[in-house]
Every structure is written in C-alpha cells, then in structure tokens.
C-alpha cells in the first residue's frame, strides 16, 4: 500500500466510526488533495453520511460544474462513491445573485448549531478553508481575494482553472465547531505545520488559530509531521 493510501486508510475508518457512534452529526468537509485518500478509504469501507448533515468548506468562483469547483470535487472524490446521499448537502452557491448575502446566509446556517466535526486541509500559505494569510481570527463567512499561490494551486485541481476569487466558511464559524481534524500530507507541508502549531498565532498563518481551539487532533502522515519534535 503506497503511504498515501495508508494515511487515507487510518482516517477513513476513524470517520467511519465516528459517523456511525453519532448519527445526525452536522460535518463541515473541505476538497483539495489531501483529503481524496481518506474519502476513498470512507466510501471502500461502506461509510455512509446518509445520517449526517454535511457542510462544504469553500468554494472557487467558477462556472457551475466546472472540474475545479469545489462542489464538484467533493461530488467526484467521496459522494458519488457513495450508496446514500448525506442526509442534507449545505454549499455556498456562487451562482447567487448577491453573493455577500449568500455568505451571511451561510454564516448565519452555520452559527445556528456550531458543527459537531470540521475537516480541514492546510494550504501550503497556512490558509483554511480558503482564510488567507492577513485574516482575523474572528472573520465571517465571506468573499475573498485568492492569494496567487493559491490561484496556482487551484490550476492543477482541473482545467488550468485560474479562479481570482473564492468563498469561504469564516475563522469564527470553524473555531466554532466542537472538534477539528486537521489533514496533512507530504514532505512540503512540512513546515508550515510546523509554524501553524508551534509558531505565533496571527494573521500571518491563519491555521496558527487552531491553537486556541480545546479540540483539535492533526492528521499528518510521516513527511508532512518531521519537523514535529512530539
Ligand atoms: P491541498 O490543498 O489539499 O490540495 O494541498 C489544501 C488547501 O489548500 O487547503
């Protein structure tokens, strides 16, 4: 098994135990590389989510159905490989007419009941979600201006997609949630894990905010936690 799928495989069946030990839990799920081995493993165990409220982390503002687009991903990588659908899919939908009204709407669905569980990937910048580095600790759901680096990334998820813009579930709501799982993998996430846990928490590594919150546990797999001394 590559280590990749060994990671993916840990982590799929530890959400697999937790969905099912607490059915009618409300689950933020983020897209990107790194979670794509551990929804593999989830949907090769027969999990399921048709229990479970699940909520997208972000989204790049594309066109409907383009490959890069968050939702899609999230359809290709775990739900279509899925037998059930969640019992209720939340997205912030780009295509809304007034999109900062949308992001309040999805603030507001959020803050109504904070969520039981939040996966969350690490940008190589030490954004989540797609809270880039200068954000407060505090910032709505909202719209953002994508950092390059992060424009570049997005190129390789499909289509050379160049997405400028980005919504996001703001710091407040993913602090909020009672218990984060933090995804990282490979030798290059090395050290901004390393600055997002033991470094000054600020603005300059939005992740770095996660060291405020009383339950978080890191998913790393052997390259990405090297620098980690414990
Ligand atoms: P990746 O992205 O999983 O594709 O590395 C992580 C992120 O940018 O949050």
């Not at 999230?74 to 009204?101: I, K, N, Y």
Request: charged share 25%; hydrophobic share 45%.
């Amino acid at each position: 098994m590559r280590a990749e799928d060994e990671w993916g495989a840990a982590v799929g069946a530890l959400l697999v135990r937790r969905l099912d030990a607490r059915p009618g839990s409300r689950l933020c799920l983020p897209t990107g590389d790194t979670p794509e081995p551990a929804y593999a493993a989830f949907a090769a165990l027969g999990g399921s989510l048709a229990a479970t409220d699940v909520f997208l982390l972000d989204e790049f503002l594309l066109p409907d159905g383009h490959q890069a687009r968050c939702d899609v991903m999230l359809r290709r990588m775990l739900l279509d490989r899925l037998e059930e659908a969640p019992r209720r899919f939340h997205r912030l939908d780009v295509g809304a007419a007034d999109l900062d009204a949308e992001c309040a709407r999805y603030d507001t669905l959020a803050a109504a009941r904070p969520f039981d569980l939040i996966l969350l990937g690490l940008g190589s910048n030490g954004h989540i979600g797609l809270n880039e580095p200068g954000i407060a600790g505090d910032s709505a759901t909202r719209v953002v201006k994508l950092h390059p680096g992060t424009v570049e990334h997005a190129a390789h998820y499909g289509k050379g997609a160049r997405p400028e813009f980005g919504v996001t579930l703001g710091m407040k709501a993913i602090l909020a949630s009672h218990e984060v799982w933090l995804l990282v993998t490979g030798r290059h996430k090395a050290e901004i894990l390393e600055r997002a846990l033991t470094g000054p928490i600020g603005p300059d590594v939005p992740a770095s905010y996660l060291q405020r919150h009383p339950d978080v546990t890191v998913f790393a797999d052997t390259p990405a936690a090297e620098l980690l001394s414990s």
